[in-house]
């Protein structure tokens, strides 16, 4: 029997808690990420209010300097540490499978120079558009449009583009490349980057409307992905016969591999946290996991380099939680995490090698402090172990600490 009958992980996209021990081993614009530091950085520079997080016990994870506007709580609800990354990875899909139990020890193809003319001239071949050459660079999202969208609505010429992650994004106007036809131009791009020397870990659609001056991109975008190349703590529990919901783009991320109820793509964080309710208040959802991506902090904020703007987005969860919380029964556990830092106030535009937060509540906790620090994985190996599961490749169950 679980301990505990419906697990709920929810990921603050970017939301680190300070550079990882090996963060100079990693670099932003030619600067090492051993001073990064998301959440520390944003206390400090703009001030940070999230007094339902810091309940849970936010501010009292150790810290060589506590968050400056984060106090700890004498009496914590819920039960807190930080989590260090084995995989050679600093992205979004390493960040996740490590989570659910994969050590990735060989790092997806990045492209800080463009995609090679190889590439370029096989999507062109088979689209018939040309690709824009001055876009084929690591570019903002918002950036690149503002900047090659008034040439795509005059010629129809595709903007591709990359950024710090393995990815290869193309950028298409609604009006002038149709959201199927971008959609079959990025599945053929999926199907010439699936091994070295263009291993990338997803290929993104980015669909935009309006005029120059005024373009706003859609939520038509679609990632294509590829499957995680060992079995998950997702696919153990699939296997099993227990729920899974994924709420945003946890899908995407996984390739849809040991999913079984997926809540479709977020909005915004806040249509997330209203898809994330939806699932858990459903009749349907009476045991299980659900597994939920907000990422609006990287998307829109962190990339950009926009600390006000990540830290209003901070404070727009923490005033949902409530929310969550009301929705959790008896038995639920609630786990708060992130994938890997994007420091707002750091060199460059590139995500940051950081420890992650990890809180975790319950209504049935008799206790509540510090649980010892440790690794990503060990989030799935407790799920695992709640479930009665086998775990994946890594990770330690802390199941027992939570009491």
Known sequence: MSKFNRIHLIVLDSVGIGAAPDANNFVNAGVPDGASDTLGHISKTVGLNVPNMAKLGLGNIPREQPLKTVP???????????????????????????????????????????????????????????????????????????DFGPRQMETGELIIYTSADPVLQIAAHEDIIPVEELYRICEFARSI???????????????????????????????????????????????????????????DIFNGEGINHDMGHN??????????????????????????????????????????????????????????????????????????GNDPTYAGTDHTREYIPFLAYSPSFKCSGLIPVGHFADISATIADNFGVEKAMIGESFLDKLV
């Open 193 to 251: 980057t699936l091994e070295r020397p263009a291993l990338l870990g997803r290929i993104i659609a980015r669909p935009y409307v309006g005029e120059p001056g005024n373009f706003t991109r859609t939520s038509n975008r679609r990632d294509l992905a590829i499957s995680p190349f060992a079995p998950t703590v997702l696919d153990k529990l699939n296997e099993a016969g227990i729920d899974t919901y994924s709420v945003g783009k946890i899908s």
């Open 72 to 146: 700890a709580e004498s009496n914590p609800t819920g039960y807190a540490t930080k989590l260090e990354e084995v995989s050679l990875g600093k992205d979004t899909m390493t960040g996740h499978w490590e989570i659910m139990g994969l050590n990735i020890t060989e790092p997806f193809d990045t492209f800080w120079n463009g995609f090679p003319e190889e590439i370029l001239t096989q999507i062109e071949e088979f689209s018939g558009r040309k690709v824009i050459r001055e876009a084929n660079k690591p570019y903002s999202g918002t950036a690149v449009i503002d």
């Open 267 to 340: 909005k915004s964080n806040n249509h997330g946290v209203d898809n994330l309710i939806k699932a858990m208040t459903s009749e349907d959802f009476k045991h299980g996991f659900s597994f939920t991506n907000l990422v609006d902090f990287d998307a829109l904020y962190g990339h950009r380099r926009t600390p006000q703007g990540y830290r209003d987005c901070l404070h727009e969860f923490d005033e949902r939680l409530p929310e969550i919380i009301a929705a959790m029964k008896e038995d639920d556990l609630l786990m708060i995490t992130a994938d890997h």
